[in-house]
């Protein structure tokens, strides 16, 4: 008998977290609970939560408000808080949530069932963000969201503590699991039909460090490689400063590794990048750039920018919009700067006005969303591999992705699905392609 029939799990945040909620979904149902849609049927309630800016806290806790009320209406319940905000604020949750019965942090997910057993023996409020030394090496049953696409943790934790992140705070040093662990577990995805793997990881270029063995990042990559069934290898995220000419070798040279690369810059201005402990110039980054694009013809880039970090000023904010523009990147993803416990820009003077962060915001935004039309419009015409993943969200047309990653919309059977079309590109919007089957 489960310690708990179903449960229900809520997730904010980044990639990481969504595979760590598989992953806690993975052991809950090996013990025998079900997954279940509607909170209200559930017998506890997972919220697995992210702390990387301010505004997905204010989120977390809008929804614990919510889920008071349910509560109220069934004490059984059982309210569990996962993920980065469980690791940072610990037992102060109860101070403002006493409805919460159990608290453990990102990596604890592994003892998910202990917790449960705990707290229905104690009846009071457990609370676990000890960590798992031994987190890296275990083996942990996966219940995935995707039957094609699989995320595949490589590493936990990160040792660059750039002066704005809380990450390494609340995810612990840098630990790589095994590569003969990886490479089983992507061997086994392709023996249940997975197509493509992402490669997860805060810094997937410094992968094997403290390891003991010889496997660096591109040497995984050429493992993984080798595993028959896999089409398509992603991976996420590159350090720019860690980006290795090995790297580069292998997006070109092994086939089945896709032509993109997630690569933050976070700034243009050399000051600030300095300020944000990123170890790289504008143009180290650039001529990475010129690197890859050299080795790659026609990869797809993509990057992060924080804007109104502590003492950007026009002039700095202005290289970024020139670092934007240089570089042309297929799309973006741009963060206002957000103050975080404990990380060193939380003491830096000088922090940029709300307004100011807002405009600098709507001004990259805008200025992508042309780039990133151009990128696209200058697809049309050309014959681009397609996964397919099935019928698209209107249901009229069939939907996958490119090997830049980019959304495909085209005619065709629902029986290609988890097969690879080559598909002409005849229109282009900012964030979609559309066309037709060829060949
Ligand atoms: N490890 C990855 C890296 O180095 O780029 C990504 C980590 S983080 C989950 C994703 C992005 O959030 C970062 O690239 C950064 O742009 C943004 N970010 C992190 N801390 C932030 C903060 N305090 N305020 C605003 N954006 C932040
Ligand atoms: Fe945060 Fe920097 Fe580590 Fe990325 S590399 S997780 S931004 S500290």
Known sequence: MPAMKSFHIITFGCQMNEHD????????????STLVSDPGQAEMIILNTCSIREKAEQKFFSELGRLRQ???????LKIAVAGCIAQQEGRKILSRAPYVDMIFGPSDIAKISDIVEAQRVRRNPVIDIEGDAEYHHKLVPTSRTDSLKAWVSIMYGCDNFCTYCIVPYLRGRERSRPPGDIVKEVHDLAEKGYKEV?????????????LGTAVNFPELLNR?????GIERIRFVTSHPKDLSDGLITALSDLLKVCESIHLPAQSGSDRILAAMNRRYTAAAYLDKV?????AVPGIALTTDIIVGFPGETEDDFSMTMKLLRDVSFDSIFAFKYSQRPNTVALELARQVPEDVKE??????????QDIALQKNKDLIGTV?????EGPSKKGETLTGRTRGNKAVNFIGQASLRGSLAQVRIRSAAQ???SGEICG
């Open 290 to 294: 010129k690197k890859l694009r050299e």
């Open 198 to 210: 992402t490669l997860l990881g805060q810094n997937v270029n410094s992968y094997g460090k403290g």
């Open 70 to 76: 349910l509560k109220t209406e069934n004490p059984n």
């Open 224 to 228: 993984v490689n080798d595993v028959v």
């Open 384 to 388: 681009q591999e397609v996964l397919v």
């Open 359 to 368: 405009a600098r915001l709507a001004q990259a935004l805008e200025l992508q």
């Open 431 to 433: 964030n979609s392609l």
């Open 21 to 32: 909620s598989e992953r806690m979904t993975g052991i809950l149902e090996a013990q025998g």
